[in-house]
């Protein structure tokens, strides 16, 4: 139990971090201009398309790390580090050439001419952002793979802490230094400096030594950097389906009206605070999953992999229960507007029954990972997202429907919530069948 609390409590004060630094740019720009909001919301969606797909790869790497560590192979992490990193260098490459060429995307997104400059600018700030960002995470998962999550928090608090700062002097400007005001391009420069300044900071005095790379020692292997990639791109097609999912519903829900989307986003900010903590279990099961398979004790591995489902439901539950039960509290936090108010509260059912199904699904599909299936997950994952998901919830959304002569109006934003619960919830339990029958087909 040591081991899991070691992991389990500094992953989740350090995705609460995250969480917050997250809202630091809005809150700041939010005081600056409306216009320079809008701008930072597009942007960083597309930057999180890119960057998500790189964080997947990684997945891979934490994998292959936490196995070698449970088999006693601690001479393989240096090469399993320089793979990530050779993986998340390419799709770096790649992802700049994306965030530097990406006019006609915006161009799609029927943005004005003023907009759009906006929105180019800060991707190509952030094209700088991406490999810094993607590297400081390599040896943020060798830390905690290692068993020094805690390191990894000390990492977070700093860059929010920095982020803080940075934001507000270059959102802001110093008049009296003569710094200017740069609004939204000032939200990417400081993240760009934080990542840089909190990279540095890690790799000297918060790594451990034996961590850090082994400039003498081979750089490349073939063999590993293609079980890295193996594990790694479905765990990215997944996580990138399931963000393009959400954030297509926005934009799907358009024509439903400013309280249908005012509603929307704010059960999101809901549903985005509870998977902190779920994400936070899964990693920790995830971790000590692989070391245990590594050292090759399986029938322990698996009674590990069923307490995680246990315990990923019993969380999963309590939390949307609480939610449920204070949901007038949490709607009086986001919004005054009745309308609005109305609209969420008849969607929290919805999303406490999603948080269950989406919690379910998460640990299913990482427990098979964990168990190198990776294949059926994200075909199977891949089709009733996107199917049913999202395409049944559109459909329904906008047409009625009829039942044995029974007439079903459309059912407007809550028919996305309705068909993603039913999605999730049905992936989940083929994932779970496919985790038994991986069990006794071992």
Known sequence: MK?????????LLGNVTIAVSGLVDTLYLSHFSAKHVAVLAIAISLYSMVFIFGFGLLQGMMQTLAEAKGSGELHQIDLIVKQGIWSVLLWGLFGICVLSHADFIVDLLGADATLKDMILVCLKISMFIIPVQLLLRVFFIVTQTCGQAK????????????????????????PLWGLKAYGVYGAFISSFLAYCIIFITFYIFLMDKSHRLQWKAPFFNFDILIKILRIGIPASIVIFIDIFAFTSISLLAVPLGDIALSANQIV???GYWLFNVINALIVTFSILLSIKIGEGRQEQAWQLSQKAVYIVLTVASILSFSLFLFQKQFVVLFTSDQSVAFMVSSLIVLVCLFHIADAMLAIAVNLLRCWQVTLLPMFIYSFMLLVVGLG??????????????INIPSMGIHSFWVFATFAY????????????YRKYLN
């Open 3 to 11: 081991k899991f609390w070691d992991l389990f409590i500094p992953l």
């Open 151 to 174: 390191l990894v928090f000390y990492g977070n608090i700093l860059f929010l802490i920095a982020k803080l700062i940075l934001s507000g002097v270059f959102i802001f400007g110093i």
């Open 268 to 270: 999101m900010v809901a």
């Open 392 to 405: 049944g919830g559109w459909y329904f959304a906008f047409h009625p429907m009829s039942f044995f002569e």
């Open 425 to 436: 919830a049905s992936s989940a339990i083929l994932c779970l069948i496919c985790l038994y």
